[in-house]
């Protein structure tokens, strides 16, 4: 199997970046795949999550990513994918440029652009997006882009503008998940809300799914994704 390499990205704070990262992480460590997590941010907030992991859970190589690394160790080395990884996943910072984020892009990596959906994050998301695909497509990066809304809470207003906006830029809007203590309590415990009981995050089971299909397929064909699939029908809005 090929790596999968997938990016988790957003210039905005507090979108559920490293929720995310590490959520998808714990998931493929479970289901064996070989996992390797690069915290790309100086606050290290995947590598706090992974402190708080049982040893006895499916391991999952963690890098800090974040710290030049010192004479011993050249970038590159920091930053190798060792043969028979499975599945990498850059969890970014706060404040990346669309021109860095760009820098780090290959060729069919999957990126992850989680989004609140209150009227300031959208408007600076969609700074943020516009820029990407503007120098994307300058770069003729071939890569599955796709937007997941974080914290909804159905039917607000924010949350319909969030739909228009995505619509508006032909990105596939893959799933919105819900707002919910258990994304911190899996936190606690360095596992992903995927790990937590079946009965308890059902719900979220079912939220998580299109975006754990929308990897897979991307993985079997290759090809871009370049379809907009809106939760809601716009008459919704
Ligand atoms: N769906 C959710 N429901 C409830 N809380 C959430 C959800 N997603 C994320 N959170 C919480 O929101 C906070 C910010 O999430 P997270 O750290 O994943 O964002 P981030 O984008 O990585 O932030 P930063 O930009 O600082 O790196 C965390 O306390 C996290 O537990
Ligand atoms: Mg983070």
């Known amino acids: 199997m090929k790596t999968r390499r997938i990016l988790i990205t957003n210039a905005k704070g507090g979108c559920g970046k490293t929720t995310l990262a590490t959520g998808i992480a714990s998931h493929y460590a479970s289901r064996g ?6 915290d ?12 708080r992991r049982d040893e006895h859970l499916p391991e999952i190589a963690v890098v800090d990513a974040s710290r030049r690394p010192d004479n011993h160790m050249t970038r590159s080395w920091q930053l190798r994918v060792p043969p028979g990884t499975d599945t990498v996943i850059l969890d970014t910072p706060a404040g990346i440029s669309a ?11 999957f990126l992850i652009i989680p989004v609140l959906p209150s009227p300031i994050d959208i408007h ?23 937007v997941v809304a974080n914290r909804v809470r159905q039917n607000t207003l924010s949350y319909h503008a969030l739909e228009r906006f995505l619509f508006t830029l032909k ?30 995050a059902r719900k979220d089971r079912e939220q998580w799914a ?28």
């Open 40 to 51: 790309h941010d100086s606050q290290g907030s995947a590598l706090q999550w992974y402190k």
């Open 124 to 146: 600076a998301s969609a700074y943020f997006i516009r820029d990407l695909l503007v120098i994307g497509k300058a770069r003729k990066k071939q890569v599955h882009v796709a």
């Open 210 to 237: 299109p975006l754990l299909r929308w990897l897979e397929a991307g993985q079997e064909t290759q090809e871009p994704t370049s379809t907009v699939t809106p939760l809601f029908s716009r008459e919704q809005a």
């Open 99 to 109: 021109t860095e984020l760009a820098g780090m892009l290959q060729e069919n990596d």
């Open 171 to 200: 990105i596939p809007f893959v799933t919105s998940l819900r707002d919910t203590q258990l994304y911190s309590r899996a936190f606690e415990q360095g596992i992903g809300i995927l790990d937590l009981k079946e009965s308890r």
């Open 33 to 38: 795949r070989k996992v390797r997590l690069f």
